[in-house]
């Protein structure tokens, strides 16, 4: 595993030795890859959400009332929970 420097300001560098010493964390870099996975996961979902708008947009204008998408929606969730 590689190392790598990083400057906080003094608020900051607080806050993390607070999260260390209230048991949240084992030590700094504990804290800062946590940080990394979370925002590489919300990168990801904005991806796929950027992905579905972009898929909405080009896919065409819905023919099917609204209350009948919704009623499809529902139905789709329905069956996937079983």
Do not use: C
Not at 23 to 39: C, T
Not at 71 to 76: F, G, M, V, Y
């Amino acid at each position: 595993m590689s190392s790598m420097n990083v400057s906080l300001p003094d608020q900051m560098k607080n806050w993390v030795k607070d999260l260390i010493g209230a048991g949240q964390y084992h030590n700094a870099s504990e804290y800062v890859r946590d940080l990394i996975r979370k925002d590489q996961a919300d990168y990801d979902n904005r991806q796929a959400f950027r992905a579905a708008i972009d898929h909405g947009r080009t896919s065409g204008a819905e023919s099917r009332d609204f209350k009948d998408v919704i009623k499809a929606a529902k139905a789709k969730a329905q069956k996937a929970k079983t």
